[in-house]
């Protein structure tokens, strides 16, 4: 692939999405996809007097074209057939409210090339179907808003569009994974996508891998309430502002004890215990005052230099003008398709050092007249019926580590790949880590599941040449270090490159491979702080109460938007034969989830909701909250009409958004009174019902019960010879008519399988197989007891 192209270029896709999940669209036509936009004759873009909305459409819509069909003529109809016709994907607006209702069955008997995503809150034929989304109603039936906030008060909704930005990175790499098996067996696909199970997978999965900090918990193992208030990732005051610390190891103490100056009172070992660190209210209190004498940006490089993670608090304004940030052409300005400009994050990734940012317009309203010449990528590859997974013959070498690494060779190996996890005893995944000496945790199990794991010294010099071997053979390498880690042991895409041109290799970062902060530790903590999105999560009144410390946001997205750019790579990649560097800033990932709160910022626009009520309230129980979203007029009069509130409505001052921001308080108060006596589910389905978008909120072990999550097949039991008993974890990453459901292999132990990957790969002889375990370069099992 030459550097200025993009892997999807020649791609055809027919978009008929619009609102939050438009992104899905966007992501494709940023991959070089021609996505064509089909907007109705009865249909209006926002106009010059909802700005917030204009916004909104331009962030999702931006490098797509535009068509418009009358689909009241059979002439329009004929076009709108005729483009799907020559798509490669389609993507339907699914919701109940769609514009255009499409015969899918029909539509699939005569294109059976065709990948079909089908889109909306909640998926086909459940109990939820025919109810409407708003984020916050996805944070709190995903359990997300259970998590976020602080100890004794009100779940906090987390800030911007989160739950739909990260749905559609889950429904991104759906598609893509169901079009390059296309590619490969000449079938189609129908993809039934519901938001909530794509924010359930992407965002914080109840049932997934969590952080090095949890120690191989998981979410489902925390408790009912709210974390105490800065009990991880401490936010400390400074001369300019505020900082944050990760500081979770002895040696991490160690270095902070030196930055401080080596005082005496603090020398003792007991200090290297976190426990005794946050109980003892002298070390914070001389942490405090040694901070308050310098700056963020002072105590940032005092960091570095002795090795402390610690990171700068920075408002979203003032991090995306960071130098860091300008060196790396993070923003850019596009045309907004109504006559103005908007600034937005430049893409959320690099291939071949090219930035995979949007193109600088969002086409007016069917400005453009599709010209679909050649044949689509479709036409590469014709095969049999499938029976196997997409990913089968697919090799991977997995150096990733935590929670990224985990998951970015957890999905390709889910469908099919062959992924080797490479590590050494010397330096362990932070993932393997058990709260009590177990030998594999239920966390690291649901994430490495169907992986092998090959223990090699890459620090030997005949360790670097085995893995080079391994790479000639590979055709995706996986990385998750801080940049320039695998070029430091000679092993970088320079390199590999020259003796295999079809690999593909990504990494992933905190900032990326590039400028002042690359080289910066990549703790989860300290990249929000950096990137703005911790100062965005505190409750409105109260300006010490930041909430993000459980969240591991955005390792399970950014693991994703790795795998979209994979499969993109693959696809490319059967065209042309050669791969081809990614490279992931998790920072820029968050930008640009944040991509429609950049905007609104530039314009000098609130970062408020959308209408009020607008929020989480009390209902009847024991720490039970339900949220409620009123949108518009509309659900302002349908709340109405089923509370009964005919004071309220009559109250003309409320008629109108701008009434029922000033007046928020009042209605509040009101909609408490009326939840009084009513649990969150009976107050979600009267809302429901009626066509308010609202949310009873679950915890974490609700998911199991939840009769919509077990219609979805979401969860499935699993078992690991060396964890007692059966865990939860997630099925499958779609509901797909035709990819197989992923298999249940155990997640391996340490070097479990090194004899067995060098004998698959590169027929190593037993003779030489020892010859390299006695010399230290391979460092299989040292087998544990079973579990019973």
Known sequence: MQRTERPLAGLIVVDLMNGSLAAIGRTLAELGAEVVLVETASS??????????????????????????DLDTPRGRASLDALIARADILIEDASPAAEVQLDLNDIRDRYQTLTVLSVSDFGRDNVFSGYQATDPVLHALSSELARSGIKGRIPLLPPGQLAYATAATQATFAVLLAYYNRLRTGWGDWLDFSALDGVSQALDPGF?????????????????????????????????????????????????????????????????????????????????????????????????????????VLSLEEAVVTEHMQARETLTTVADGFGGTIQLTNGA??????????????????????????KPLGAHRQGPKPGKRPLEGIRVLDL???????????????????????????????????????????????????????GLNLKSEEGRKLFLRLAEKADVILSN?????????????????????????VDSSAFGPTGPWSRRMGYGPLVRANAGLTDLWRYPDDPESYSDSVTIYPDHTAARVGVVAILAM?????????????????????????????????????LEPADAPWGVFPCKGDDEWCVITVRNDADWQALNAVTGWSKVLGDTRLATREGRHVHREHIEAALRQWLADKTPHEAMAILQQAGVPAAAMFRVHD?????????????????HPHI?????????????????????????????????????????????????????????????????
């Open 400 to 454: 990733g580590v935590i929670v990224v690494g985990a998951e970015q060779g957890r999905l390709l190996a889910d469908y099919g790949a062959d992924v080797i996890k490479v590590e050494a005893k010397a330096f362990p995944d932070g993932g393997r880590q058990t709260l009590n000496g177990e030998p594999l945790s239920m966390g690291f199990a649901a994430g490495h599941r169907n992986k092998r794991s090959l």
């Open 208 to 312: 997934g891998i969590g952080g090095s900090a949890t120690q191989g918990g998981r979410p489902s193992d925390m408790p009912r309430d709210r974390p105490p208030r800065g009990q991880l990732y401490p936010i400390i005051d400074c001369a300019d502002g505020k900082v944050r610390i990760c500081v979770l190891s002895p040696r991490q103490w160690q270095s902070l004890h030196r930055l401080m100056g080596s005082p005496e009172a603090f020398a003792d070992p007991a200090f290297g215990n976190t426990k005794v660190r946050r109980e003892s209210e002298a070390l914070n209190e001389a942490i405090a005052a040694h901070f308050a004498t310098m700056t963020r940006k002072e105590l940032e490089i005092a960091g570095e230099t002795f090795g402390v993670p610690i990171g700068a």
């Open 724 to 788: 007692p008993g059966s865990y939860l974890v997630e099925r499958h990453s779609i509901v797909s008519h035709d990819l197989a459901e992923p298999p249940m292999g155990a997640a391996p132990l340490m070097g479990q399988h090194t004899t067995e990957v060098v004998r698959d790969w590169l027929r190593l002889t037993g003779a030489e197989t020892d010859r390299l375990v006695a010399a230290g370069v391979l460092e299989p099992i040292e087998q544990p007891v079973a579990a019973e």
């Open 44 to 69: 209006a873009r926002p106009g010059a007097e909802d700005r917030r909305r204009q916004i909104e459409f331009a962030v999702g819509n931006v490098g797509k074209q535009s068509v418009v069909v």
């Open 481 to 505: 270090f801080k940049a320039g880690t695998l070029e430091s042991l000679g092993l970088g895409y320079d390199v590999v490159s020259q003796i295999n041109p079809e690999i593909i290799m």
């Open 570 to 606: 693959l696809i490319a990649r059967l065209g042309h034969g050669r791969g081809g560097r990614v490279s992931i800033a998790q920072a820029e990932i968050m930008l640009n989830q944040m991509s429609e709160q950049i905007a609104l910022v530039g314009e000098g626009l609130p």
């Open 349 to 374: 990734l690099e291939i071949n050092g090219v930035r995979m940012g949007p193109p600088k317009h969002v086409s007016a309203r069917g400005a453009d007249s599709v010209k679909i010449g050649g």
């Open 703 to 719: 998911l199991m019960e939840q009769f919509y999550f077990g219609q979805r097949s979401f969860l499935r039991s699993e078992t």
